[in-house]
């Protein structure tokens, strides 16, 4: 009797006529390990220096796939540096090993984990380390627009390369109407509809027909459009013009431009499906839209569900969201979630959940919209890295996520998964997320920073960490 190929519980029957059959049974166990492949955690990109939010994990199996059990695995840092957590397992019942946690290596690039199992050949996981986000800006009222903090690729726009904690100004002369800031570049939208950009380039930002390195002065975006908003990711950004159409340019390694390829552009290219669009959002490495009647479409990125599609995948067109049958009137995308506002006041999020980001009481990450906790309504959304901030209808300001350095304001360090004050009782009318800070300017046109300080991002004039909201320097 020779067992079939698929480990577990085999049968064989003996049948004599007239007598009751007799059953024989047998296990059949899984053979020696024959190959190892990656199971999950592949491809990530997160912060430099910060876990990732999905633990890599591999599969162990014999000749005849079949998951094979009590295999010793080790996972090794091999390109990147970092810090492992548990780089020892055994493989469970379903031939999964899994180290506990990996955190990144400081600097920017890719990173390797290499998996050793004993006779077998070496399997990679990789990861991609960002490095930015450390930077603030803002708009005075009579259009001049100030920026803080790193200044590694001219990101503050100042003509220089040199890091400040508090305001300078960036040169040029334009007066500017909106500003967003990216991994290492920033864009500004002026008066005229014209948009300007400056800081690191090498992907394309800064959309002025070159990939060139650097622009530590504004430089202006090719193409004549005329554009009423601008939004920016880690490195890409997009605007929607005033016929309502979006454009992005930029990196373009997930589809996050939309325009159906994943070529890297150097000045807008429209993103596909004609549709117009009533605001656009970029998140670190996707990007969201809300089109005319209510519906957000997402593209780019889907590893951590942030596009909102049902599974984690990168679409390179824009793909609706699985709303809940209401419209939308609002839409944020941050580092790997999005979220969604409603006429009603009920905000939806959805995507990486690793420190509560989505707000819906929980760390579980979701491929569709879930609601937001805690029953207020809001006005207003937006999100950062790996928090969110909305202002409720009573004018609060309310934040939730990653908070280790203070980045939610509420006077913690502590990790929210619903909605929690932030202190100073300001009414905000717009916000600038950094990595681990946050700012929000109020209506009357006042700037306050909050979270990490350690390039001067927080804007005023020191380098001290701030858990509450305090005034940039003018």
């Known amino acids: 009797w020779k067992l079939g190929v698929v480990a577990g519980t085999n049968t064989l029957a003996a049948r004599v006529t007239g007598i009751a059959a007799l059953t024989f049974g047998a296990i059949g166990t899984a053979g020696a390990p024959t190959s190892v492949a990656v199971a999950a955690g592949n491809n990530q990109i997160e912060l430099a220096g910060q876990p990732l939010s999905i633990a890599p994990a591999v599969v162990v199996r014999d000749q005849f796939s079949n998951p094979v059990s009590g295999v010793t695995v080790s996972f090794q840092i091999g390109l990147g540096g970092g810090v492992l957590l548990g780089p020892i397992s055994v493989t469970n019942t379903a031939g999964i090993a899994q180290v506990q946690r990996w955190t990144l290596g400081p600097s920017g690039g890719g990173q390797r984990l290499d998996v050793l199992v004993a006779t077998l050949p070496t399997v990679g996981i990789t990861a991609t380390a960002a490095a930015g986000l450390l930077q603030s800006c803002g708009i005075r009222s009579d259009g001049v627009a100030l920026c803080w903090g790193r200044n590694s690729q001219g990101q503050l726009g100042d003509g220089t390369l040199t890091d400040r904690s508090t305001p300078t100004t960036v040169v040029g002369g334009q007066n500017f109407t909106g500003i967003t800031i990216g991994g290492a570049h920033t864009c500004a939208l002026t008066t005229a509809g014209a948009v300007y950009c400056w ?10 027909g070159t990939f060139s390195q650097r622009s530590p002065s504004p430089t202006a975006v090719t193409g004549g459009l005329t554009f009423i908003s601008v939004s920016n990711g880690f490195q890409h950004s997009c605007g929607l013009t005033s016929d309502g159409s979006a454009y992005c340019w930029g990196r373009n390694n997930f589809g996050q431009l939309g325009d159906s390829g994943t070529v890297d552009r150097d000045g807008p290219t429209v993103v596909a499906g004609g549709r117009s669009y009533t605001a656009i959002a970029a998140g670190a490495y996707h990007t969201c839209a809300l089109a005319v009647d209510g519906t957000v479409y997402c593209w780019g990125n889907g590893i951590y569900g942030q596009l909102g599609i049902g599974v984690n995948t990168a679409v390179n067109v824009p793909t609706a969201v699985a709303a809940n049958g209401q419209p ?6 941050g580092g790997g979630h999005s979220c969604g506002a409603q006429a009603s006041g009920a905000v939806y999020c959805w995507g990486n959940n690793f420190f509560g980001q ?3 009481g929980t760390t ?12 207020a309504t809001f006005t ?3 999100a950062g890295y790996y928090d969110t901030c909305g202002v409720t209808t009573a004018g609060a300001t309310r934040c939730w996520g990653r908070n280790d350095f203070g980045q939610l304001g509420d006077g913690t360090t502590l990790n929210a998964p619903a909605p929690t004050l932030v202190a ?3 009414t905000f009318a717009g916000f600038i997320f ?3 800070h946050t700012c929000g300017r109020t209506a ?5 920073c909050w979270g990490d300080n350690t390039l001067g991002q927080i804007g005023d004039g020191t380098f001290v960490r701030r858990l509450t909201p305090v005034p940039v320097i003018p």
């Open 199 to 208: 800081g690191g380039g090498l992907s394309g930002q800064l959309g002025d």
């Open 328 to 333: 939308f009137t609002g839409v944020a995308a």
């Open 358 to 360: 989505l707000g819906d």
């Open 364 to 375: 579980a990450s979701r491929q569709t919209p879930v609601l937001v906790s805690g029953g």
């Open 380 to 382: 207003s959304i937006a």
């Open 424 to 426: 100073g009782g300001n």
């Open 434 to 436: 950094g990595a681990f």
């Open 444 to 448: 009357a046109g006042a700037t306050f």
